[in-house]
């Protein structure tokens, strides 16, 4: 990491939830919970909670020095909806294969 810039992943116990459509895309008790200098608080999806039949996988791919290569998937009517990161580099392992949304709501118990 370059000085200044921070990554902390912690694993998460709040409930959350991703929908489109009133279609849940997501929705998982148990996700990562990515913090990033400069960023949103970003929620990793176990593939286990995430509706994958629904998604297509997108050609975009776009790199971050500090996680590797993202991949991209995409709903007919939202282009790169969902990311995750196949071969995350060694300081952020734990978000591997775990799908990340733009739009996550966070449900209240």
Do not use: N
């Amino acid at each position: 990491m370059t000085e200044g810039h921070k990554i902390t992943i912690e694993q998460g116990t709040v409930h959350v939830r991703v929908a489109r459509g009133g279609e849940v895309l997501g929705e998982s008790s148990s996700p990562l919970i990515l913090r990033e200098t400069g960023c949103p608080v970003r929620y990793y999806l176990p593939p286990e909670d995430v509706r994958t039949d629904l998604l297509e996988p997108s050609r975009t791919h776009t790199y971050c020095p500090f996680k590797g290569t993202a991949s991209y998937w995409s709903l007919p009517d939202a282009q790169d909806l969902v990311w995750a990161y196949p071969e995350p580099k060694d300081e952020v392992a734990r978000i591997k294969d775990h799908f990340c949304f733009y739009d996550t709501e966070v449900v209240e118990a």
